[in-house]
């Protein structure tokens, strides 16, 4: 097992509630051997209080969460990305940015719990649902054998996690 911690960046168009949740699931869950990021194409400035209400409950760590510009990440001072992962629809049809490194990718599309309209109840729900999802996709990726995998076969088990529920 190699000692490398992988770098990964979650992109969503608002950078407010999804990719935020998979930073920081992956960053706890990934127990080091994962460096989580994420990032929008046009971030919102703000993480949504019902994701660090969410988050907070289940302990995880929102201190360092911010809503922010997927160019932080195209730079070459940022960190090398080893996956970049697309966890909304809008985003996964724009124009990325050319990762430095050639990072493999996947779209793991997370209906969007801002969207959903309803009682306070309702929407609480829309955010638990996007977590589970989310948690359990990145319960997949975090078990792969990453190492022991050639690209083809690794490409494809990212792109069926994508499809995981």
């Known amino acids: 097992m190699s000692d490398k911690a992988y770098n990964v960046l979650f992109l969503c168009t608002g950078n407010s509630a999804r990719s935020i949740m998979?930073?920081?699931?992956?960053?706890?869950d990934g127990k080091?051997?994962?460096?989580?990021?994420?990032?929008?194409?046009?971030?919102?400035?703000?993480v949504r209080p019902e994701v660090l209400a969410l988050l907070g409950k289940m302990n995880y760590k929102?201190?360092?969460?911010?809503?922010?510009?997927?160019?932080?990440?195209?730079?070459?001072?940022?960190?090398?990305?080893?996956?970049?992962?697309?966890?909304?629809?809008?985003?996964?049809?724009?124009?990325?940015?050319?990762?430095?490194?050639?990072?493999?990718?996947?779209?793991?599309g997370v209906p969007d719990p801002v969207a959903v309209e309803g009682n306070e109840t309702e929407q609480q729900l829309a955010f638990a649902e996007a977590f589970r999802m989310l948690s359990n996709r990145i319960s997949i990726?975090?078990?792969?054998?990453?190492?022991?995998?050639?690209?083809l076969s690794l490409q494809k088990k990212l792109d069926e996690i994508g499809s995981a529920t």
């Open 141 to 151: 990726f975090t078990s792969l054998p990453l190492t022991s995998l050639d690209n």
């Open 32 to 46: 080091g051997r994962f460096k989580a990021y994420s990032a929008g194409s046009t971030p919102s400035g703000s």
């Open 62 to 108: 929102t201190e360092d969460a911010r809503s922010k510009s997927w160019d932080e990440f195209a730079t070459p001072d940022a960190p090398e990305m080893d996956f970049v992962f697309t966890v909304c629809d809008n985003a996964a049809k724009e124009s990325c940015p050319v990762w430095p490194g050639q990072p493999m990718s996947a779209h793991w």
């Open 22 to 28: 998979a930073e920081a699931i992956l960053n706890r």
